[in-house]
């Protein structure tokens, strides 16, 4: 069960971990506080927090746009024992949409892991593919898919060393449809997540971030 708003204030014993996704473009670097203290900065859109350790039972999170002065989470989750989840804060600061995921980032014994967020709200509809294998990772990802589909999110397994992920157009192969690139070197054991985002400018072609776990 992922976290969920707090309706009868019972307190679970026991440790998870939860981490922090900035899917906001015009948000800024954006403080994360659990409980009261402050556990994260996240220096701009597309990063996110390592994940962080936290009391099972009722959890207050309250994270700010430091860039807007304003806050744009401010609530109670209950957050189920041993486990681990992400909050996805992810379109404008006028309207911030929220997803709560559960996440398996423990890689089988000898693989890496990775998973794959849309956050890129100017951005069409994309596979993200590796040319290695010539396989489909993801098909089909739109803008804050997870919101609706948290499956779409899942990790998965993959060998360690070299990887490179393609966002490509739907129904296309070879260099044909390949709209941005990212090459990052994995190691066995660790996760990682994909985020494609809106461009950097002055490009204007989407591109990925991405974050270590």
Same mark, same amino acid.
């Given at each position: 069960t992922a976290c969920s708003k707090d309706t009868d204030g019972v307190t679970i014993s026991g440790k998870s971990f939860i981490r922090v996704i900035n899917?906001?473009?015009? /948000? !800024? *670097?954006?403080?994360?506080?659990?409980? !009261?203290?402050?556990?994260?900065?996240? !220096? *701009?859109? !597309? %990063? /996110?927090?390592?994940?962080?350790?936290?009391? *099972? /039972?009722? @959890? /207050?999170? %309250?994270?700010?746009?430091?860039?807007?002065? *304003?806050?744009? %989470?401010?609530?109670? @989750?209950?957050v189920p024992a041993n486990g681990f989840y992400t909050i996805v804060l992810a379109d404008s600061l006028s309207k911030v949409k929220t997803s709560y995921l559960t996440d398996d980032p423990t890689p089988a014994s000898g693989k890496a892991k990775v998973n794959f967020l849309h956050l890129g709200t100017t951005a069409s509809t994309v596979n993200f593919t590796t040319p290695a294998t010539t396989v489909t990772l993801s098909n089909n990802r739109s803008f804050n898919d997870h919101f609706s589909t948290p499956s779409v999110a899942d990790y998965m397994n993959i060998d360690g060393g070299t990887f490179i992920v393609e966002a490509r157009t739907p129904g296309t192969s070879g260099t044909t449809g390949i709209i941005s690139t990212a090459n990052q070197t994995l190691q066995a054991g660790k996760s990682y997540t994909f985020v494609y985002r809106n461009p950097v400018a002055p490009s204007t072609v989407p591109s990925f971030t991405f974050i270590a776990n």
């Open positions: 899917g906001i473009p015009n /948000g !800024g *670097a954006l403080d994360v506080k659990f409980g !009261g203290t402050t556990v994260a900065n996240i !220096g *701009a859109y !597309g %990063l /996110g927090s390592t994940y962080i350790e936290v009391n *099972a /039972g009722t @959890l /207050g999170v %309250l994270i700010r746009s430091t860039t807007a002065n *304003a806050d744009v %989470l401010n609530t109670n @989750l209950t």
